[in-house]
Structures are given as structure tokens and as C-alpha cells.
């Protein structure tokens, strides 16, 4: 499954989810191919970070980006089970490529006002590129959650009016196991501390809705466009 981590909004924590959705997929024994497409190279970083500190890496990680992304992914394809795409917070013409061969577009968004007010953005780039890519199925969550849980719901309840789009009622918190980690270059899961253990059952939980869950819906809805023509 070709999955694309994106939206139109930076400072979503949208490599911190990518990456840490490669190590949970590659500790399945799933051959898995992490591409940065983002401008920042944050996913790079993260790979950097765990080679230099000796760290056993299962998945591969490599630079991609432009127009003919999608071209190159499909190349790619038949050597992976699995490729996730870490693109930049903006409607990028790589991101519009990626799209163009995903099989699922997921889109953390901050529970804040700036983040929510770019659905109608993301709505217009979801429908567009549907027209090339029928099998696409895109997927919203609440990514850094407000630990209150007010701002949650509200956020929640807007991005669910949405149709183009399906919104999990699950969320993931803004801890700061998140940002340890990722400077340790490693998951959430991967961490062996007590404080790490909410949100490594958050991680957990979204990992289990897009391997699994999200994997079967897919597949019927391939199955079904195929039987149409």
C-alpha cells in the first residue's frame, strides 16, 4: 500500500507520523520504503539521526520529489510491500504527484483555528486529484491534541462535515514523548520508558486503523472499480 502523509498546513507533525508509521510497518517483517518529499528533509534527518547512533533501521529511506514523483514511485512499487511518503505542508507539485498513485492520503491536522481553516483547501486538492486517482481514499485526524480535550471535539465535529474525506474519532496527543524520540532517532514505540506508553498506544491504534482497517476498504474499493470496467 502506497500511503502519503500530507495536508496544505506545516507544523502538523506530519514526519514525526511517517516515520514513526515505518518503523511499526517495518517490525512486521513488511519490506518498507520511506520517501522525503518534503523541502525540510525532516524524514532524512530522522533516518541520519538513527544510522549515526548505530540504531538497526528495517525500512529504506531516500529522497524523491517534483512532477514525475509518481513515475518513479511506480517503479519503486514491486520492491516494496509498502511505501510511505512524508510530504511538505503546502499543495506542492510533489504532493499532488504522490497523490496521483496513493492508495491512501493521511492528513494529521492540529486541533487550532489556522489548521481547520484550510479543510476547504484540502477538500478542492482531494477532489481533483480523485479524478485521476479513483482508488484514492483520504483520511483526517487530530495529530498534537489539546491534553483538555474541548478543542479536540470541536475540531473533530468540523473536519467530520466533511465528505470528501473520513475523519477518526481518535486522536493523537501532543506529548513530549513525541519530540524525544524523534531526536533520539527512534519511534514512540521503540521507547522504553514509562512516559512513552500513551503515546505509543496512540501510535499503535492509528497503525492498526491504516494496516488494517483502511487496508481492506482499499482493496474492496479496487475490487470494485475493477469489476466496473
Given at each position: 500500500m502506497i500511503v502519503v502523509v500530507g495536508g496544505v498546513k506545516g507544523g502538523s507533525g506530519k514526519t514525526t507520523i511517517a516515520t514513526n508509521l515505518a518503523v511499526l510497518r517495518s517490525a512486521d517483517n513488511k519490506r518498507v520504503l520511506l520517501i522525503d518529499a518534503d523541502e525540510q528533509k525532516s524524514a532524512s534527518q530522522f533516518a541520519a539521526q538513527r544510522d549515526g547512533l548505530g540504531i538497526e533501521t528495517k525500512w529504506s529511506t531516500i529522497q524523491l520529489g517534483g512532477k514525475?514523483?509518481?513515475?518513479q514511485v511506480k517503479r519503486l512499487k514491486p520492491d516494496f510491500d509498502d511505501i510511505i511518503i512524508d510530504v511538505g505542508g503546502?499543495?506542492?507539485t510533489s504532493?499532488?504527484?504522490?497523490?496521483?498513485i496513493a492508495d491512501l492520503f493521511l492528513m494529521p491536522f492540529n486541533p487550532a483555528s489556522y489548521d481547520i481553516w484550510t479543510v476547504g483547501e484540502v477538500k478542492m486538492m482531494i477532489?481533483?486529484?480523485?479524478?485521476?486517482n479513483s482508488k484514492l481514499h483520504a483520511i483526517a485526524f487530530i495529530n498534537r491534541a489539546d491534553p483538555k480535550g474541548s478543542e479536540n471535539q470541536e475540531a473533530i465535529e468540523i473536519l467530520q462535515e466533511c465528505k470528501d474525506f473520513e475523519c477518526l474519532s481518535m486522536t493523537i496527543g501532543n506529548r513530549k514523548a513525541f519530540r524525544t524520540s524523534s531526536g533520539e532517532g527512534i519511534s514512540v514505540t521503540e521507547m522504553k520508558v514509562p512516559e512513552a506508553k500513551k503515546a505509543a498506544s496512540e501510535m499503535r491504534a492509528l497503525y492498526e486503523y491504516v494496516y488494517v482497517e483502511s487496508e481492506l476498504l482499499i482493496k474492496y474499493m479496487y475490487d470494485t472499480i475493477?469489476?466496473?470496467k
Open positions: 514525475e514523483l509518481h513515475i503546502r499543495a506542492t504532493q499532488r504527484s504522490a497523490l496521483l477532489q481533483e486529484m480523485k479524478t485521476v475493477m469489476m466496473s
